[in-house]
């Protein structure tokens, strides 16, 4: 079967540092990978990119189709992506601009690319500008075992959940900035916002399944006497499983929902979910400090 285009361009990329001839030749270019929105399946796209004011942007501009690619589709879904530019690759939260900063984005690329403008007057549609924000680990630290592994992790974690609530008050701030008889609709920070709960609530999500599926049992079988405690640990996994599906449908009304009470029911999850990584830094820290990371000698 004939290699499709896309794949070749992939091949190219991949095998030249990230440079590529063709209709791409000369241009900033970068691997998109996706999960897909139903399928859960990862996809791979190229897709042109601009750089600016320090930050890595893509246009869906899709050739200046009536319809959104389809990983935009997926990214919404799946805020969580994996990018490789140059020689570079990288996990990044793909937050699409609104309003006021979509358009300045916009302009800023068709500077770079004046093609985004034609394609824009041959849609109807909004061409989304999504910025690709990297995802950055913690402060670096030596890692050596699993306890500074899952350190790393619950810290992202925690950073990542303070960066909704602090998002949650400029939105609200915002909203209160623009509410009156004949005032326009807020600043679009909803966006935002719902990206980077997803991306939490994602992550939280896939670390407790490789728990449930690789550690705690790896574990349990070294320590018997502790079964009990894996067991309440994959039960707690499923409340935060709740409370994670509670702040995606809280999130849902935020562009609506009274300030006071969006800020107490956040805060009653945050404490929930902070609580439940405590406990579980209490369980397991002393047991992960005597095991290396990486393995050894390629055990687990």
């Not at 997926?74 to 699409?96: D, K, M, Q, S, Y």
């Not at 909203?175 to 992550?203: I, K």
């Amino acid at each position: 079967m004939p290699m499709s285009f896309n794949q070749s361009v992939i091949e190219e990329f991949r095998a030249n540092e990230g440079r590529v001839g063709g209709p791409f030749e000369g241009g900033d270019l970068l691997l998109l990978t996706t999960t897909g929105a139903t399928s859960g399946a990862q996809h791979t796209t190229p897709v042109g990119c601009v750089r600016h004011d320090g930050l890595l942007l893509i246009v869906a501009s899709a050739g200046g189709s009536d319809r959104n690619p389809a990983w935009y589709h997926n990214l919404l879904a799946h805020p969580l992506v994996r990018v490789e530019l140059g020689t570079e690759e990288f996990g990044a939260i793909a937050v699409p601009a609104e309003g006021a900063r979509r358009d300045l984005l916009f302009e800023a690329a068709v500077r770079t690319a004046p093609g985004y403008a034609e394609y824009q007057a041959g849609t109807g549609r909004t061409i989304p500008v999504v910025v690709l924000e990297r995802v950055e680990s913690p402060a670096p630290k030596e890692i050596s075992t699993l306890a500074d592994k899952l350190m790393e992790v619950h810290t992202w974690l925690r950073g990542q959940l303070d960066h909704v609530r602090r998002e949650t008050e400029a939105h609200f701030a915002a909203r209160a900035a623009h509410e009156g008889p004949g005032e326009p609709p807020a600043p679009g920070l909803g966006l935002q916002l719902r990206q980077h709960c997803l991306a939490f609530c994602e992550s939280l999500q896939f670390h407790h399944t490789a728990e449930d599926a690789h550690l705690f049992p790896g574990l349990a079988d070294h320590h018997p006497h502790l079964r009990d405690t894996f067991e309440r640990l994959r039960e707690e996994h499923l409340t935060v499983a709740r409370i994670n599906g509670e702040l995606l449908a809280l999130l849902s009304e935020v562009t609506t929902a009274d300030p006071d009470r969006f800020r107490a029911e956040l805060a009653r999850m945050s404490e929930e979910l902070t609580q439940h990584l405590a406990h579980e830094e209490e369980s397991l820290l002393p047991l992960l400090s005597e095991i290396p990371f990486p393995p050894v000698g390629g055990e687990a």
